[in-house]
């Protein structure tokens, strides 16, 4: 996990002036609270970083079709940095490759069609 936390924060700082963005892929639990998340470990190891914590969102957090279009506006703006998010709630229909420099993987899902999946969120924008 820290060598994924190293990796962003590099590419933040890197791209801080286009406001790039950045997805980091987990299956490994969704965020819930007053509970051990791996969300929320990532959030914060990430803000500990100096990355401002309203800068990266979490995708569970969308809940409807309008919080996840919003989400993806956020994004392609640069005002969300880095998005986490799970394979089925990220890896299919969502738009967010305008400003997108990297996809990280915490874990490597079951499926290889869904790392296929997590990776086009980034491969429409080359």
């Not at 007053?34 to 969102?57: C, H, M, T, W």
């Not at 967010?96 to 069609?113: F, I, N």
Request: aromatic residues 4%; hydrophobic residues 35%; proline residues 4%.
């Amino acid at each position: 996990m820290l060598q994924v936390v190293d990796r962003v924060e590099a590419i933040y700082h890197r791209e801080q002036a286009h406001r790039g963005t950045q997805m980091i892929f987990t299956d490994l639990g969704t965020p819930r609270p007053n509970q051990f998340s791996i969300y929320q470990e990532l959030k914060d190891l990430l803000v500990e970083r100096g990355i401002p914590e309203e800068e990266i969102a979490f995708i569970h957090d969308a809940n409807t079709k309008k919080a996840k279009l919003q989400l993806s506006r956020q994004m392609n703006a640069g005002e969300i940095r880095v998005l986490i998010a799970s394979t089925e709630k990220g890896g299919t229909g969502l738009n967010v490759q305008r400003r997108l420099k990297a996809v990280h993987h915490l874990d490597v899902p079951w499926k290889p069609s869904d790392i296929i999946q997590r990776n086009g969120r980034i491969g429409s924008s080359r």
